[in-house]
């Protein structure tokens, strides 16, 4: 599949120095107009920097002075597999006394697993996500939460707002992989999202917020 690059009034570039400020690894951005899933606590932007090796860097759709304070902020994650590094590229709203599981982010709907553009993961090599086979390239992320599993879904379009994922975006779905979800004992206020590799070629994906926790693999194959 061909790179699918975000085209963007402004770019926000995001590289591993930006997310080990921010911890192990997270990210956020938020929309102009926001609606009430987009809605959070106002952020520090991460510093404007390079694309690392051969990944695109984040890319958002608004001027640097937008982004820094949008009140669900951009951020990454990313990890190395096997001498390149694959990138997570989100916008991270936060609880502010909400329901979110079941509430903001409703059980049955398709949800942009983030806030404002699509949540983008980019990939210099060929990978499995769970059980969806990627080629190199970039891809946007969804989510179907359910009260007892969720659906992630790798969708092909990141030329594009984070919603609504209607038919026309679901045309470009690639694949989708069931997880059940942990409890946490302790609330997650901002949404997280981290990348930590387990094996040289293979990495675990943490998607965190309130109290549920979302776990799956990220593997890569050989072209």
Request: with cysteine; aromatic share 6%.
């Amino acid at each position: 599949m061909a790179l699918a690059v975000l085209v963007a009034a402004a770019s926000w570039a995001c590289s591993p120095r930006d997310s080990a400020a921010e911890s192990a690894s997270t990210g956020s951005g938020g929309a102009a107009a926001e609606t009430p899933a987009d809605a959070g606590r106002v952020g520090d932007a991460p510093a404007v920097d390079e694309a690392v090796q051969a990944v695109p860097g984040c890319r958002f759709q608004a001027p640097d002075e937008e982004l820094a304070g949008r009140a669900s902020p951009p951020d990454s994650a990313w990890v190395e597999l096997g001498g390149a590094t694959a990138k997570i590229c989100y916008s991270a709203p936060s609880m502010r006394g909400r329901k979110v599981v079941g509430g903001l982010v409703p059980f049955g709907q398709p949800w942009r697993l983030g806030a404002n553009e699509p949540t983008t993961l980019h990939l210099p090599f060929s990978a499995r996500l769970g059980d969806v086979r990627l080629d190199p390239g970039s891809y946007s992320l969804y989510a179907i939460p359910g009260p007892s599993e969720w659906t992630l879904v790798v969708n092909g379009d990141t030329d594009r707002w984070g919603i609504p994922i209607d038919d026309e975006v679901r045309q470009a779905d690639v694949g989708s992989f069931t997880v059940r979800p942990d409890s946490l004992a302790d609330p997650v206020e901002r949404l997280t999202i981290q990348m930590e590799a387990d094996e040289p070629t293979t990495a675990r994906v943490l998607v965190s917020w309130e109290r549920t926790r979302l776990g799956f693999q990220l593997r890569r194959v050989e072209d």
